[in-house]
């Protein structure tokens, strides 16, 4: 049996690597328009490049989202049983959710640069994501003004 030497980051062709990104710009799009465009992002992303760990990256996008969905549900369920009364302790909970998406998306980012630098080095196709950002900035006012419901303000917008 013969060894074969194997880089443990090196990406895989995939037909999508004409729209691969850097990682740190699903992660500045989770801080300018919301999770709600990072984490899928991200997810695409990982095809793009062909990460090797695109199916972990994926799942954390995954646990992201469910995780934002029973933070809210938690936070609704205080707010209702009059366990939240003062306004501190709302933007304490909010803030709780925030620094958990950005957590995950900080995460998803370390993950994904690795495979992204090696994809780099050897040539790879990097867009800009300038037009993208753009776009879901606007989105994020629009999606803002589309609903007044705490809950789904705290999924979709971080309780902005």
Request: with cysteine; aromatic share 14%.
């Amino acid at each position: 049996m013969s060894d074969v030497y194997v880089v443990p980051d090196e990406p895989r062709p995939s037909r999508w690597n004409h729209l691969a990104v850097s990682p740190s710009a699903p992660l500045l799009a989770s801080m300018l328009c919301g999770a709600w465009l990072a984490w899928p992002w991200f997810a695409f992303n990982a095809i793009a490049i062909g990460s090797p760990t695109r199916k972990r990256e994926i799942t954390w996008s995954a646990i992201g989202a469910a995780g934002t969905v029973g933070l809210a549900a938690v936070i609704a369920a205080l707010l209702n049983g009059g366990y939240l009364e003062s306004r501190t302790a709302i933007r304490f909970a909010v803030l709780g959710v925030a620094t958990w998406k950005l957590l995950l998306c900080y995460h998803i980012n370390t993950v994904q640069s690795r495979t992204f630098e090696v994809y780099r080095y050897y040539g790879g196709v990097v867009r800009s994501a300038t037009y993208v950002l753009a776009i879901g900035f606007y989105a994020r006012r629009v999606l803002l003004g589309m609903t007044e419901d705490p809950f789904w303000i705290i999924i979709l917008l971080g309780g902005v």
